[in-house]
């Protein structure tokens, strides 16, 4: 076994109510690898079966089928308590009738650990999320963001092989949640313990992860860095997912490994990048991310034509919504330079010109 | 009302015009609050106070010479209550008779406490865990026999564990007992008897606060290598003990002025203090030594409901 694998995820299905009219199958045969001090992100929309498959990890739930596996042994079989993972939930669960301290103490007690190492551990815990001040606190007396800081804090302290986070950034604000990213990052980063993070909000799986796992319908749909995911979405769903994206019809007309030639109606042929499926020449959905291209009201050698319906401004980036020639709808995000002038109006008729490597065939 | 009273008191003598129209509409306010309350304290003094000075006037009278009370204003019921008077020599003695009462009282209201919570926990614990829709079928099937009349219950329990009765028939078909148990009028079909009448008062707070239970906590100790038995003891017990102290406090008042259920299950050699007053008033024909017995029995829940209210106040020190 690869002594560098963390959690692996071996052909896992979880079927609720089994054999009966409510039967829901929240995870499909999901195989999936995590990485020591690895920090993985399970993304997808709510109903994905993200949760579902942190609750097999932590061992809340068990499998229907397959197999998980920390650090090549198999666990499926072994209750929550016997499992070295602990998490963070995403009400944060802490314990009402007890204090900050007592609260980050549990674990090291349930572990019957010696009363020294317990007061020393809440002690480095109190002080790595900054809460020593407020160690005997009762829970109801600090505020969410001071809560979500015991709940890791607690979550860290018996040192779990890995820290599973349930969507712990939902409920708090704005400013609040750009804060604890940073925090979570520079915690990952000091405890050097393997993060699984739940999350729906792609912005922070793309800032946060080293991978990012996109699922939906219990399945996943693509695993990669959020680079790969972003520039190199493989079908879709994963593309409409995270960011925007404009959808053309075009045609495949040359594939080789990971390059290929489309063209689109009627016009030159251009380099695009293919999906890990095999894809077939012939008619493909390729996307162009709105920030790929560049606007040109000169459109004699354009590679798309069209005409702004509308433009949005946006203070750094101006958005603007195209009719392409061959009807389909398009959008450009154009960084603003300073002065109005660069602002193209609506009914204009401008060109696009894609930028090199900007485009990316879908698997069909 | 108090700082209304307050206020007034402290008022200078010159006052404005308007602020002496104020005090008038405060004053007018107060004697309408006082109307408005009056039903409640004349409900309070006839059925509450006057009875119970009543029965202390009386516990210090001496026993009329057929039933009632004679006005000769004497310690003696108070001192029966605890003293005996030997017959031969005349001299004062522990009342051994009423000591094993009250001891046999408060041991069987404490046992009856102690048993309705280990069977009331776990039940309570099973309907907290049901599916929403199903908590009110249980929680109905828990209190159905308290709506039946005490009497009922006591009599149906009475069959159940009588020598010919439905426990000594399946002990003796498997083998457990090879000739009937003799439970009836024993403190142990007391015991059982109590338990099986005052259930649904311990169910019902343990369920209340089971209820609010926020179950992912419980989840979060499994987490935290916390076992089924450490997380039962330092999560599960210490948030739900408003409602094990409520419902045992429900469950021990009555269950030390128990009357129908030892009457009943009992018999004569497992009097409990209910059937001691009741026998004052009745063959013993000592109305005062009953006062004095009644308001004996009222301290004891006095004494049970300050514990509960300190245990309120330790945990709740905001409210």
Redesign the interface.
């Known amino acids: 076994m690869n002594d560098t694998v963390a959690i692996t995820v071996r052909g896992v299905s979880k079927v609720f109510s089994q054999a009966t009219e409510h039967e829901v199958r929240a995870l499909d045969n999901v195989s999936v690898s995590i990485a020591k001090n690895e920090f993985f992100t399970l993304l997808g929309p709510s109903g994905c079966g993200k949760t579902t498959l942190l609750r097999l990890i ?3 739930e068990h499998p229907t089928n397959g197999a998980i596996l920390l650090e090549g042994t198999d666990i499926s079989a072994l ?4 499992r070295p ?3 963070v ?1 995403q ?1 944060y ?5 007890m204090t900050v301290a007592q609260n980050i103490g ?2 090291l007690e ?2 019957a650990r010696s009363k020294t190492e317990v007061e020393n551990t809440v002690s480095k815990m109190l002080d790595l999320v900054r809460m020593e001040a407020l160690r005997d606190r009762r829970i109801d007396q600090i505020s969410g963001g001071q809560q979500q800081r015991v709940a890791l804090a ?2 860290l302290a ?1 040192r779990p092989k890995v820290l599973l986070l349930d969507e712990p950034l939902s409920a708090l604000d704005l400013k609040l949640r750009k804060e604890m990213q940073l925090e979570l990052k520079r915690l990952q980063h000091e405890t050097g313990i393997t993060f699984v993070f739940v999350t729906h909000d792609q912005e922070e799986a793309l800032t946060m992860s080293d991978r990012v796992a996109v699922m939906r319908d219990g399945i996943i749909h693509q695993i990669g860095s959020p680079v790969e995911i972003y520039n190199h979405p493989n079908n879709r769903f994963v593309a409409d997912f995270i960011g925007e994206s404009n959808f053309i019809e075009a045609e495949l007309i040359a594939a080789d490994g990971k390059t290929g030639k489309v063209k689109f109606t009627d016009r030159v042929e251009f380099d695009a990048t293919l999906p890990s499926a095999t894809v077939e020449t012939g008619p493909v959905t390729v996307i162009i991310r709105p920030e790929h291209v560049t606007l040109t009201t000169n459109n004699s050698h354009a590679h798309l034509r069209g005409t702004v319906n509308n433009s949005v401004y946006f203070g750094t980036d101006t958005h603007y919504y195209l009719t392409l020639d061959s009807g389909e709808e398009f959008v450009i995000r154009q960084q603003n330079q300073r002065g109005e002038k660069s602002r193209v109006n609506a009914g204009t008729q401008v060109g696009i010109l894609i930028n090199d490597d900007g485009i990316q065939v879908l698997a069909n | 009302m108090n700082q209304l009273v307050q206020d007034k008191a402290n008022s200078p003598a010159t006052l404005t015009n308007g602020a002496q129209a104020t005090l008038a509409a405060e004053k007018r306010e107060l004697a309408k609050r006082w109307f408005l309350v009056s039903p409640a304290m004349i409900i309070i003094g006839l059925a509450g106070l006057a009875p119970l000075t009543i029965i202390l006037f009386y516990s210090f009278m001496s026993p009329g010479p057929y039933a009632g009370i004679s006005f000769e204003p004497t310690f003696q019921a108070w001192i029966n209550l605890v003293m005996e008077e030997d017959l031969f020599e005349e001299t004062l003695g522990p009342n051994y008779a009423h000591g094993s009462i009250f001891a046999r009282s408060i041991g069987l209201a404490l046992g009856t406490t102690v048993l309705t919570l280990v069977i009331g926990f776990p039940t309570a614990y099973f309907i907290a865990t049901r599916p929403l829709s199903q908590r009110n079928f249980w929680l109905f099937m828990i209190s159905l026999p308290f709506w039946s009349n005490l009497l009922v219950r006591t009599f149906a329990i009475m069959m159940f564990i009588r020598e010919q009765g439905f426990v000594n028939h399946v002990l003796l078909y498997l083998g457990a007992i090879d000739k009937p148990l003799n439970i009836m009028f024993t403190p142990t079909a007391v015991w059982i008897g109590l338990a099986y009448a005052y259930l649904p008062l311990m169910v019902l707070p343990l369920y209340a606060s089971m209820e609010k239970l ?1 179950f ?2 419980i ?9 089924r038995r ?1 997380v039962l003891q ?2 599960i017990i ?2 739900v003990k408003p409602g094990i102290v409520a419902g045992s406090i429900l469950v021990f008042i009555p269950s030390i002025g128990a009357y129908v259920t030892p009457k009943i299950l009992g018999g004569g050699k497992s009097l409990m203090l209910g059937n001691l007053i009741s026998n004052q008033f009745g063959t013993s024909r000592d109305w005062p030594l009953g006062s004095a017995l009644a308001l004996f029995l009222m301290a004891l829940v006095m004494v049970a409901l300050i514990i509960y209210v300190r245990n309120e106040s330790r945990n709740n020190p905001g409210g």
Do not use: C
Request: net charge positive; no cysteine; proline share 12%.
């Open positions: 932590a061992g809340f209750p929550p308590f016997q993972v602990n998490t939930f009400n669960a802490l314990f009402p009738h549990f674990g349930m572990q607690r979550a018996p | 926020d992912r906590l989840e979060a100790a499994y987490d935290l290598y916390a076992s450490k330092k999560v210490p948030l």
